[in-house]
């Protein structure tokens, strides 16, 4: 079972989710594999403390000029629509820093004087925090795709049968998170009380449901009235599967890098619930 842990907005608490959500399974003797796919900014790996044993580089591919071939006829600047290369007179200057990878370079130069070559743009490290299998993909400083990061770091979950993958994705709905969340089988929207995040909740869930993922939303820093969000899931018929209550213990453990479910351990037996009813849910919805 793939868990994405996703939030409209940054800042919600979606990582104090999932890392709690792991570290709560795994408790009960689950086998967990924690994602973190946050690859901008990942910080998972701040409360788990995991131990990293492998790692290995992210590459995309990007053109390189054969001069002696050249003729500078400007068919690969024409064709690329993202200025990557640029031709004037006796001169071609590629910008590898805004090349998608398309290959339609190659492909249309007529003096085959392209080739590709390998580019890092990030890595993805892989470890184990006790119980809990960890990876995390980091890009690069300065690097503008996050997507080929987020989807090497997802390679061959499709393979793994006997555990449960919570996938740590970015915050709000660019293409980062799509591909975070794409083949999830359960979508925890985490948001909190508020216009923003009522605003943000909506466009999340319109992307879930879009990717046609059965969804289930945490309302965390709860107060006394939480209704700018639950009328929300009613309209969306989106169940609240748990609410976190805005509590200044909470914060502090949090702001030490502790999950509040080793401190406070009825908190375990809560994601535990949260769990049983996911599994529920995708039951029902195959």
């Not at 969000?229 to 969306?236: A, G, Q, T, V």
Request: hydrophobic share 40%.
């Amino acid at each position: 079972m793939i868990i994405s842990v996703l939030s409209g907005k940054g800042g919600t608490g979606k990582t104090t989710v999932a890392v709690n959500l792991a570290v709560s399974l795994a408790v009960k003797k689950e086998k967990i594999l924690l994602l973190d796919a946050d690859v901008e900014e990942p910080n998972a790996g701040l409360y788990l403390k995991p131990v990293v044993d492998e790692s290995m580089p992210v590459t995309i591919p990007v053109p390189e000029i054969d001069e002696e071939r050249c003729d500078y006829c400007g068919e690969c600047a024409d064709f690329c629509r993202f200025n990557a290369l640029a031709v004037t007179e006796g001169v071609v200057i590629t910008f590898p820093e805004l090349c998608h990878a398309c290959g339609g370079c190659t492909l249309v130069c007529p003096r085959q004087a392209i080739k590709e070559v390998d580019r890092e743009i990030g890595t993805i490290e892989k470890g184990r925090a006790e119980s809990i299998g960890f990876r995390q993909g980091r890009l690069h400083i300065g690097e503008p795709f996050a997507v080929p990061v987020t989807r090497a770091l997802k390679r061959g979950l499709t393979d793994i049968e006997d555990s449960i993958v919570i996938i740590d994705s970015p915050a709000g709905v660019s293409c980062p998170v799509i591909e975070a969340v794409r083949g999830s089988d359960f979508a925890l929207l985490v948001t909190e009380p508020t216009p923003f995040g009522r605003h943000d909740l909506r466009l999340a869930l319109e992307m879930v449901d879009y990717l046609g993922i059965p969804r289930g939303v945490v309302i965390n820093r709860a107060g006394d009235d939480n209704s700018i969000i639950s009328e929300l899931c009613r309209e969306k018929n989106v169940p609240i599967l748990l609410e976190i209550e805005f509590s200044s213990r909470l914060a502090s453990l949090g702001s030490v890098g502790i999950p509040f479910c080793e401190a406070l351990l009825y908190w375990r037996e809560r994601f535990y619930e949260v769990y049983q009813s996911i599994k529920e849910k995708c039951l029902c919805a195959n």
